[in-house]
Antibody
Framework: DVQLVESGGGLVQPGGSLRLSCAAS????????MDWVRQAPGKGLEWVGR??????????DYAASVKGRFTISRDDSKSSLYLQMDSLKTEDTAVYYC??????WGQGTLVTVSS | DVVLTQSPLSLPVTLGQPASISCRSG???????????LNWFQQRPGQSPRRLIN???KRDSGVPDRFSGSGSGTDFTLKISRVEAEDVGVYYC??????????FGGGTKVEIK
């Protein structure tokens, strides 16, 4: 069975930092483009960014709303994806999902940015 | 950025009856490789999204055959042939043709009358 398990969410003050992790199992992780997608409370889905797969050089892309503040990385030896979030704003409050471009999604982890 | 407009916003349906959701794109979603990267997702209450359909009409593994996707260019449709109670939730279309960014429609809430 394929599993994507996010962790690292929590409460952080505006301007603070947080690092999310996503551990994958049941897939050949290096073959997958991996996304972070978020959902603010009661709102729709918003793409955050992507880490391309090994054949595509592990390059990354970001939504304009997080570019320069968020950094996506991956460790294929650990089948893990990461999201480093810096300079957090209240509008970054959301459930953060990791997802594979082949349709697999995790259960999400809640990030709350509040003073 | 590609804007996806879903309609209706809310869809009350009688059990056993069909349902149809529209997704319209601000530009053609045909990729230069000839494929059309338009996906549909279901999000049941309290759950994470689940992909139902990829590339317009390809059902993902384990998805009941009462779900079907169709369309081309800028106009796409998700159909449920006979709505069941477990189909309640919000449905999103998403395009992966012109990215970054990947973009989602605003969602359609399906509920039972």
């Amino acid at each position: 069975d394929v599993q994507l398990v996010e962790s690292g969410g929590g409460l952080v003050q505006p301007g603070g930092s947080l690092r999310l992790s996503c551990a994958a199992s049941g897939i050949t992780f290096s073959d997958h483009n991996m996304d972070w997608v978020r959902q603010a409370p009661g709102k729709g889905l918003e793409w955050v960014g992507r880490s391309r797969d090994k054949p595509n050089g592990y390059s990354t892309d970001y939504a304009a709303s997080v570019k320069g503040r968020f950094t996506i990385s991956r460790d294929d030896s650990k089948s893990s994806l990461y999201l480093q979030m810096d300079s957090l704003k209240t509008e970054d409050t959301a459930v953060y999902y990791c997802a594979s471009d082949r349709g697999y999604w995790g259960q999400g982890t809640l990030v709350t940015v509040s003073s | 950025d590609v804007v996806l407009t879903q309609s209706p916003l809310s869809l009350p349906v009688t059990l056993g009856q069909p349902a149809s959701i529209s997704c319209r794109s601000g530009q053609s979603l045909v990729h230069s490789d000839g494929n059309t990267y338009l996906n549909w997702f279901q999000q049941r209450p309290g759950q994470s999204p689940r992909r139902l359909i990829n590339q317009v009409s390809k059902r993902d593994s384990g998805v009941p055959d009462r779900f079907s996707g169709s369309g081309s260019g800028t106009d796409f449709t998700l159909k449920i042939s006979r709505v069941e109670a477990e189909d309640v939730g919000v449905y999103y279309c998403m395009q992966g043709t012109h990215w970054p960014p990947l973009t989602f429609g605003g969602g359609t809430k399906v509920e039972i009358k």
